[in-house]
């Protein structure tokens, strides 16, 4: 029961602090993916002092001749629905609305573009005292991914006071196949930036997240190997002290085999052969268990789960945890080889 308890303890918490490593990664990965690996998002602060001094909020439309081009300018507030739910505010003009024709074609140039909604429904929504109602339409993957939550478009004259008070202008490039790399468009608008001398700009793009995720999965390794090494150290530590012990509580037994010719080698193969079972037992049973309440137990997190739960809780550094285990039953034997080499006699006697 104490190996068990020990084994359950250790192997749980390595393979949850495993998976949460996993899990971080595979959480970039999909950013990567879902952001797509030619496109360049650009968000530009404006405050109201931006705005006084005369600051240009269009100095980076100029891009869209590389490929397909939306812009948002989100503003400094929220709108609140008659469904109760709140939505981020996006005023928009003339320049804008080439990325927004998905939407507008449907005849509506007030809308909310909401996945928690059906499509088609009528909204109220007061902002700062003006009422307005917008049609509910699905904003599609590519937008969601930029704008989180719902999301209320407004012709721009109809908030020019909110403008005002400031806004951060979104630019989203899907580049075109023979336009320059994104690598060199992101250094032009730093050009552009460090020229001006004005605004808070940042910029994002798939190489980014890839050199994140390189460096994490390096960081990584590392942890996940010492994690290993820790697990196995602790485990031959414990199992060793637990031996020795039952050892000293069974010398006389043991002692009295051999007296009648039993091996000391049988004794020994007896002592690891038990500790497999019982690490490699509970060790297998532990992980089937973690990765089978998968979801529970990472919604109590309140982490988001990944689907693939094999490849989470079975992959090469789980072996590296099992080994590792092992090898510190192998260890923890050590003391009984030692204690085996006493003489009989002085044991009887």
Known sequence: MARSVVTIIMVSLSILLLVGFRMQIEKIRAQVRAFGLDNLLIVENI????????????RFRSIRK??????????????TGSNGRNATVVAYDDADIV?????LRYGHEIFVLSRNMPPGLLVDYNVQQTNLRGIALDPGDRVAQILQGDTLFVPIQQAAELVKSGYSMIYYLERHKDAPEIADLSEAVRYVVRADGSGKVDIKNAEMLRERLNKMEEQQTVMRFWLAIIL???????????????FRQSMYVSALLRSFGVSPIMLVLRTIIENVIIV????FGVIWLLAHYHDTIFKALKVNAVSNITELYWGSETMWII?????GILVSCIPVFLALRKPVGSILE
């Open 47 to 58: 405050t109201e002092q931006d705005i006084a001094n005369g600051q240009s909020s269009d």
């Open 66 to 79: 590389w490929g397909d081009l939306f812009t948002a300018r989100v503003l400094m507030t929220s709108a």
């Open 99 to 103: 990325g927004l024709l998905p939407y």
């Open 232 to 246: 196995g150290s602790a485990l031959a530590l414990i199992y060793g002290v637990l031996s020795i012990l039952e």
């Open 280 to 283: 490699n037992s509970v060790t």
């Open 323 to 327: 080994i590792a285990a092992n090898l």
